[in-house]
C-alpha cells in the first residue's frame, strides 16, 4: 500500500516514520509512505501556501494552486482531514485498506481553499469531534490505523483481537508478576486451560462492551456461546446491583 500526505509541516512527520511498526512495515517495504511539503509547490519565491481568506475574518487559508500542482503528481483516492468529515470508525479504516494508493491533505490554520474539496477530494474524515491546530496528527491516526491492517505488518490474530474489529472492545490484558501488592492476576489465567481461557477473555470483551459501548453490541450476529455468556452477564450485574441495596 501506497500512502501519500500532503503537509505544511513536513517534520511533524519523522517520529512517526521512523519508529516501531511504521517504520518496520516500511523497512519491509509492505507499505510506502511519502511525505510531501505543499510549500515544494509554491513558485513564489517565499513559498507562501497560504492567503488571506476572501470576505475577510480571522485565520489564513492554504490557496488552491499548490494543492492543485501536489496532488498532480499523486494517485489514490484523495482525503482531506476535516472535523466535518465522515466519522473514522473500524469500519471506514477496512473499507480504505481496500485502496492501494491513498493520499491525505493534512489541512491547517482556517482549512484549505474550498475549491480544492470541490474538485479533488474524495473524502473527508474526522477522528472525533474536537479541533487540532492541524491536520497532521488525523493523518498520522488514519495511516496508522490502516497499515496495522496490511497483511504481514502484525500478526492476523492480533489486531483480530483489538477493540471495534469485531464489534467488541476488547478484554483485559495481564503480565507478569502474577502477584503485585496484593494485586493479583485472574486465576484463569493462569490455569493453561486455553478453551476456557478464551471463553473467559470473550465473557469479558461482551461485559464491557455491554457496560461502556452497548451500541455496538446493537449490530453484531451473536453466537450461541456468546448469548449465553451475555445473559450471564447480565444476571451477575443484576444481582451485583441487589447486593448494593
Not at 502477584?179 to 493462569?190: Q, W
Amino acid at each position: 500500500m501506497k500512502i501519500n500526505i500532503l503537509t505544511l509541516f513536513p517534520k511533524m512527520f519523522e517520529g512517526f516514520i521512523t519508529e516501531s511498526i511504521i517504520a518496520r512495515a516500511i523497512k519491509a517495504k509492505l507499505v510506502e509512505i511519502n511525505i510531501i511539503d505543499i510549500r515544494n509547490f509554491c513558485l513564489d519565491k517565499h513559498k507562501q501556501a497560504d492567503d488571506i481568506p476572501f470576505g475577510g475574518g480571522s485565520g489564513m487559508v492554504i490557496k488552491i494552486e499548490p494543492i492543485f500542482r501536489a496532488l498532480e503528481t499523486v494517485g489514490g483516492k484523495v482525503i482531506y482531514t476535516s472535523p466535518q468529515g465522515r466519522k473514522l470508525n473500524q469500519e471506514l479504516v477496512k473499507e480504505l485498506l481496500l485502496n492501494e494508493e491513498l493520499t491525505i491533505i493534512a489541512g491547517h490554520y482556517e482549512g484549505i481553499d474550498e475549491r480544492v474539496i470541490e474538485n479533488k477530494v474524495d473524502m473527508e474524515i474526522s477522528i472525533g469531534d474536537f479541533v487540532l491546530t492541524g491536520g497532521e496528527l488525523a493523518a498520522m491516526v488514519i495511516s496508522d490505523a490502516i497499515i496495522r491492517l496490511v497483511p504481514n505488518v502484525i500478526k492476523k490474530e492480533s489486531y483480530e483481537n483489538d477493540s471495534f474489529f469485531n464489534s467488541l472492545l476488547d478484554y483485559p490484558h495481564y503480565t507478569r508478576p502474577a502477584e503485585y501488592r496484593g494485586l493479583k492476576v485472574p486465576e484463569i489465567l493462569l490455569s493453561g486451560h486455553h478453551k476456557k481461557i478464551n471463553e473467559w477473555r470473550l465473557k469479558e470483551s461482551l461485559k464491557r462492551t455491554y457496560l461502556r459501548r452497548k451500541d455496538l453490541l446493537e449490530k453484531r450476529e451473536f453466537t450461541k456461546l456468546e448469548k449465553r455468556l451475555l445473559e450471564e452477564i447480565k444476571i451477575e450485574l443484576l444481582k451485583g446491583k441487589e447486593n448494593e441495596k
